[in-house]
């Protein structure tokens, strides 16, 4: 599906050169000839990215710029400011008023499409990056994965859940089991060491997935799962930790004992099957990461790899 670019300018020749430029291969071009009209395509069109001129009559940019992140349907949407003027002092205004970035006109095809491709990366990764981690949350882990398999690019996927997350954050507190999700954050990309284009995502909770290259995949689950435990006494008094548990609430309000924290981590790689869309790929490792946390009596983080094949 294409992504909707509003440009607004009073100037027809400069609407028609950014649509020019931009062309329709990627993106659907709405335009919008001074600032009240501006406004109402904004909110009826839900455009992804809006081109704004600095000079338009009716409502200025800046009254336009006001509205826009005023309003909880545009607040978030990226906007770029044309601007005659290569006065700093007006993009200071406008940055600080919630302007993403700024061109000058007249500008450079090419400059203009890296700015708005730039800009549009940036606002998806922000939207979908999860708060607490920072790290690419739902739709961005979907998207790489589906980006890897229509470029015929070799993965490996690991799925990785904490196991016995919930008692511990319900006995230790929410600021410790926050802490556990952070560390956990960084020790996933800390194992990407020897993949550039490895590739690490919070889908939420105490559920993360880390995307690497197929003959690197068993590198990477190993370190992932020693540092994990080697990290886990610094989570824990000395008594919980040589007790090897914690005593807790289970979901039916009784107290139960829970083992240590550790990982469970279900892998599938390309190179075993077909994966040819997203819910595959994400049921196969779910699968693997269920025979993990079957074994009970396993007190250290497991992972194990989809040996199948198609």
Same mark, same amino acid.
């Given at each position: 599906?294409?992504?909707?670019?509003?440009?607004a300018?009073?100037?027809?020749?400069?609407?028609?050169?950014?649509?020019?430029?931009?062309?329709?291969?990627? *993106?659907d071009?709405?335009?919008?000839?001074?600032? /009240?009209?501006?406004?109402?395509?904004?909110?009826?069109?839900?455009?992804?990215?809006?081109?704004? =001129?600095? +000079?338009?009559?009716?409502?200025?940019?800046? /009254?336009?710029?006001?509205?826009?992140?005023?309003?909880?349907?545009?607040?978030t949407?990226?906007?770029?400011?044309?601007?005659?003027?290569?006065?700093?002092?007006?993009?200071?205004?406008? %940055? =600080?008023?919630? +302007? @993403?970035? *700024?061109?000058?006109?007249?500008f450079? !095809?090419?400059? %203009?499409?890296?700015?708005?491709?730039?800009?549009?990366?940036?606002?998806?990764?922000?939207?979908?990056?999860?708060?607490?981690?920072? %790290?690419?949350g739902?739709?961005?882990? /979907?998207?790489?994965?589906?980006?890897?398999?229509? =470029?015929?690019?070799? &993965?490996?996927?690991? #799925?990785?859940?904490?196991?016995? &997350?919930?008692?511990?954050?319900?006995?230790?507190?929410? +600021?410790?089991? @926050?802490?556990?999700?952070?560390k956990?954050? =960084?020790? %996933?990309?800390? $194992?990407?060491?020897? @993949?550039?284009?490895?590739?690490?995502?919070?889908?939420?909770? @105490?559920? &993360?997935?880390?995307?690497?290259?197929?003959?690197?995949?068993?590198?990477?689950?190993?370190?992932?799962? $020693?540092?994990?435990? /080697?990290?886990?006494? !610094?989570? #824990?008094?000395?008594?919980?930790?040589?007790?090897?548990?914690?005593?807790?609430?289970?979901?039916?309000?009784?107290?139960?004992?829970?083992?240590?924290?550790?990982?469970?981590?279900?892998?599938v790689?390309?190179?075993?099957?077909?994966?040819?869309?997203?819910?595959?790929?994400?049921?196969?490792?779910?699968?693997?990461? !269920?025979?993990?946390? !079957?074994?009970?009596?396993h007190?250290?983080?497991? &992972?194990a790899?989809?040996r199948?094949?198609?």
């Open positions: 599906m294409k992504q909707k670019i509003l440009v300018d009073d100037e027809p020749a400069i609407r028609k050169m950014v649509g020019r430029t931009l062309g329709s291969e990627f *993106y071009i709405l335009t919008a000839s001074n600032g /009240e009209d501006a406004l109402s395509r904004a909110t009826r069109d839900e455009p992804d990215l809006i081109i704004l =001129d600095v +000079a338009m009559p009716k409502k200025t940019d800046w /009254e336009v710029l006001k509205e826009l992140r005023c309003s909880r349907q545009t607040r949407t990226p906007v770029i400011m044309l601007t005659g003027s290569g006065n700093i002092s007006d993009e200071v205004v406008g %940055l =600080d008023s919630g +302007a @993403d970035d *700024y061109i000058i006109k007249p450079v !095809a090419a400059e %203009l499409k890296a700015r708005v491709h730039s800009t549009l990366r940036r606002n998806k990764l922000g939207l979908s990056a999860n708060p607490l981690t920072k %790290l690419p739902s739709p961005s882990i /979907e998207e790489e994965v589906n980006r890897r398999i229509r =470029d015929g690019v070799a &993965f490996a996927f690991l #799925y990785v859940d904490i196991n016995h &997350f919930k008692p511990y954050n319900d006995a230790h507190g929410f +600021a410790k089991g @926050d802490g556990v999700l952070r956990t954050g =960084d020790i %996933l990309e800390k $194992s990407l060491e020897a @993949d550039t284009a490895g590739f690490v995502g919070h889908i939420g909770g @105490d559920d &993360f997935v880390v995307i690497a290259e197929p003959d690197q995949a068993p590198h990477v689950a190993q370190r992932i799962v $020693s540092r994990f435990d /080697e990290m886990t006494p !610094a989570f #824990y008094e000395s008594s919980d930790q040589s007790r090897g548990f914690i005593e807790a609430e289970n979901r039916q309000g009784l107290r139960q004992r829970f083992p240590i924290i550790s990982l469970s981590i279900g892998i790689t390309s190179e075993q099957r077909v994966l040819d869309h997203y819910t595959k790929v994400v049921q196969l490792a779910s699968e693997m990461k !269920a025979f993990c946390k !079957a074994d009970t009596e007190r250290l983080s497991r &992972f790899f989809d199948r094949r198609n």
